[in-house]
């Protein structure tokens, strides 16, 4: 079965992505191909090669100066209705791109996404046009990258009842509260992350807690089918003493909550450097799921699997 594919986005985890799906081409009897790739410059479509686009991204800095490959300058709609792809994967930034998204689901077309804000903000809308047009929204890398808590809770839980989920979703401060733990100033942990790539364009969203607090809403979302009513959300910048401190998301019926909280020695929160860690407590279960929080490769296996799990039409449940 061969399906065609449109990749929105085209840094460091749509690059990985480039790279994951040249390699696994063809897997489960599917066959993926990427007719088109959009990045701030423009949109190229048609018969390319993956990895010359993911290198000439690299030195360059711009599809645009892939050379041979016309570029289009496509609005959202325009790329959903030119290109018509089967799967629209979005692995850009651009917080409003629910907009294209309930584009590309009214025409039939399944959509993968790694993009926070547009599913924490939009989820119900997105969730019914979805179902009302017989195609699916997977949304795995949004929380925890590759760690498959969005899975477990959509499929795996469905006969379980959520109590309440502890979670460390934002990987970036857990890496500047493990470096203050070891001695250095935040202002030195943050500058060393900034360095190693690992907080967001804007570092706001990562020390104020926005990040963490869009993954929240999403899990709660996933496990409750509707908007929290309370919210609660403070992030690092007041942390003086980091030892056992992490940015910890709870999340329960009806509030979600994000703020710093010492923890004890003995706790499975207790990561370090780029680890994530979720708590989940269902009516019969007391479940602990641990994993790498970021990282383009990371993010892109999460991506690459919503992409398999769309082509073989499953359905999206909650």
């Known amino acids: 079965?061969?399906?065609?594919v449109s990749v929105f986005g085209f840094g460091t985890v749509g690059r990985a992505l480039a790279e994951i799906i040249a390699e696994k081409r063809k897997v489960f009897g599917v066959e993926l191909n990427v007719v088109s790739i959009t990045d701030r410059s423009?949109?190229?479509?048609?018969?390319?090669?993956?990895l010359e686009a993911k290198e000439v991204k690299e030195s360059t800095g711009k599809l645009s100066n892939i050379g041979e490959y016309e570029v289009y300058d496509f609005s959202p709609q325009e790329l959903i209705e030119e290109v018509k792809p089967d799967i629209l994967v979005d692995v850009s930034s651009w917080d409003d791109a629910h907009e294209m998204y309930s584009?590309?689901?009214a025409?039939?077309?399944s959509v993968v996404t790694s993009n926070k804000p547009p599913i924490a903000n939009h989820y119900d809308e997105l969730i019914t046009l979805a179902r009302e047009n017989g195609v699916g929204i997977f949304f795995e890398s949004t929380v925890m990258a590759g760690t498959p808590i969005i899975g477990l809770l959509r499929e795996n839980l469905l006969g379980e009842e959520i109590v309440k989920m502890e979670a460390i979703v934002n990987a970036s401060t857990t890496f500047i509260l493990t470096r203050m733990e070891n001695g250095k100033?935040?202002?030195?942990?943050?500058e060393e992350a900034r360095t190693l790539g690992i907080l967001e364009e804007d570092p706001s969203k990562d020390i104020d807690g926005i990040d963490a607090y869009y993954k929240a809403k999403i899990l709660h979302w996933v496990s409750y089918g509707e908007q929290p009513e309370?919210?609660?959300?403070?992030g690092i910048r007041n942390v003086k003493d980091a030892r056992n401190v992490r940015l910890v998301a709870e999340i329960s019926k009806g509030?979600?909550?994000v703020a710093p909280r010492k923890l004890p020695d003995n706790s499975p929160l207790l990561v370090s450097e780029v680890e994530n860690a979720a708590l989940i407590k269902t009516e019969n279960l007391t479940l602990t799921l641990k994993g790498p929080g970021g990282g383009g490769k990371v993010t892109a296996s999460g991506v690459f699997t919503d992409i398999i799990k769309?082509?073989?039409?499953?359905?999206?449940?909650?």
């Open 107 to 109: 025409e039939g077309i």
């Open 230 to 234: 309370e919210e609660e959300r403070e």
């Open 255 to 257: 509030r979600i909550s």
């Open 42 to 50: 423009g949109t190229i479509w048609g018969d390319f090669d993956l």
């Open 1 to 4: 079965m061969k399906v065609k």
């Open 103 to 105: 584009y590309a689901l």
């Open 310 to 318: 769309a082509a073989l039409k499953f359905p999206s449940p909650r």
């Open 185 to 190: 100033t935040f202002e030195e942990a943050m």
